[in-house]
């Protein structure tokens, strides 16, 4: 445990930051599993969901909460699966 001070309110500040990092996370992956699960039961509504999915990931990447290119990555796979099972559908 720490001593100091300040060491003590970092251990807090840690702790809350943490905790609303994996809020974060968890909707994220949520949104992602929902958009990949409309994309491969070709839902009518699969569009909406990615868009939805990438809104999430752009949030989650703005606050900081991963990285930007590991948001760019999730985008870009999304994205790609979803044009693969439109253009599959035609």
């Not at 699969?46 to 939805?52: E, H, L, S, T």
């Amino acid at each position: 445990m720490a001593n100091k001070k300040a060491s003590k309110k970092d251990i807090l500040v840690n702790k809350r930051n943490h905790d609303r990092n994996l809020i974060f996370k968890s909707r994220m992956k949520t949104f992602l599993k929902k958009a990949i699960e409309a994309i491969t039961h070709k839902t009518e509504d699969k569009a909406d969901k990615v868009k939805d999915a990438l809104k999430i990931i752009d949030k989650t990447a703005t606050k900081g909460i991963i990285n930007k290119k590991t948001a760019s990555r999730k985008k870009s796979r999304l994205t790609k699966a979803l044009n693969k099972s439109q253009s599959a559908k035609k």
